[in-house]
């Protein structure tokens, strides 16, 4: 195992992060959960009201020999709509937030960077927010490696499998495979 990195970030509905980078090489774990609000321990019931504070986000442990944090933060970015705040889709509300939270001053150098660079690729300003990482709490058990899991459901099949087919189209070469 040796060198081993974790990313924190949400882009709209962390069902949607997680079926994308859940697929890619060197990821070594992925949790759906909740972060950059202020109630400990909230249950979904309480982030879906947007009242915590707290944003949908996936944690992931990833070793950087593997895929780096620019390649990693540059395929999120480009999975969801990063130019739409508090909004994913039909998804809205603050707890859909793009947003990066770092673990420490080198990946928001890297975060930074990767915003520079796909500026040209969005014709819209890019509002994710690039925050310091403070806690991390877990979504319950049905949350967790949903697309996998439910698969037949309509929400996977309408709005999941786009961004795999898309995921394959343009990122092949880092892809695990099936």
């Known amino acids: ?31 759906s959960g909740f972060s950059g609000g202020f109630i400990k321990n909230p249950p979904y019931r309480e982030v879906c009201t947007g009242r915590t504070g707290h944003a949908e986000v996936i944690q992931v442990t990833f070793n950087p020999d593997i895929i780096s944090f620019h390649d990693l933060i540059t395929i999120f970015m480009t999975s969801h709509d990063p130019t739409t705040l ?3 889709g039909g998804d809205s509300g603050t707890q859909y937030r793009s947003i990066i ?17 796909l500026k040209p690729v969005y014709q819209d300003s ?6 310091a990482f403070e806690v991390f709490y877990n979504a319950e058990d049905d949350h ?7 698969q037949e459901a309509r929400y996977c099949q309408l709005v999941i499998d786009p961004k ?6 343009m990122y092949a070469d880092k892809l695990v495979s099936e």
């Open 1 to 31: 195992m040796g060198n081993l990195s974790t990313a924190t970030f949400g882009g709209g509905c962390f069902w949607c992060i997680e079926a994308v980078i859940q697929r890619l090489k060197g990821i070594e774990s992925l949790k």
């Open 86 to 88: 508090n909004r994913q």
């Open 101 to 117: 939270l770092y673990h420490n001053d080198a990946q928001k150098a890297i975060a930074e960077q990767v915003f520079e660079e």
């Open 126 to 131: 890019i509002v994710t927010e690039l925050k």
């Open 144 to 150: 967790q490696n949903y697309y996998n899991d439910n």
């Open 164 to 169: 795999i087919q898309k995921l394959k189209k």
